[in-house]
């Protein structure tokens, strides 16, 4: 986790990253600032979020990060996240909570009703 005596690098783009983090791919810091303006989330925020994630395959952080901007859906809040399969393959999911929210910003959507029978 990161400390409040941790060294900042700033990027081209003005963006604080920790310096634990400086070493990722360029690509995850674009897309990490595409989430940020997607969401109105400071990228620092998100950065700290990515430091649970770091062990694992670039490919698998892109995956999440692009699900997450491709609809909306904040991780901050778990309305994305990850599963391991039984071969030990991670993949990410939409939470009920991601699901909520999607069905909830739908203009067409005008509430549910349920009956017990």
Not at 94 to 104: A, C, R, S, V
Request: hydrophobic share 40%.
């Amino acid at each position: 986790m990161s400390t409040a005596n941790e060294q900042i690098i700033c990027t081209n783009q003005g963006q604080s990253i920790p310096s634990d983090l400086q070493n990722l791919p360029d690509i995850l810091i674009k897309k990490i600032s595409q989430l940020g303006l997607t969401l109105s989330i400071d990228p620092s925020e998100l950065y700290l979020w990515l430091e649970n994630y770091l062990s694992l395959e670039t490919s698998t952080i892109l995956s999440l990060i692009h699900l997450a901007i491709t609809y909306r859906l904040d991780p901050l809040m778990g309305e994305v996240a990850l599963w391991t399969d039984t071969e030990k393959q991670v993949h990410p999911s939409i939470t009920i909570d991601g699901w909520m929210k999607i069905i909830n910003c739908h203009p067409t959507f005008a509430g549910i009703t349920f009956e017990e029978e």
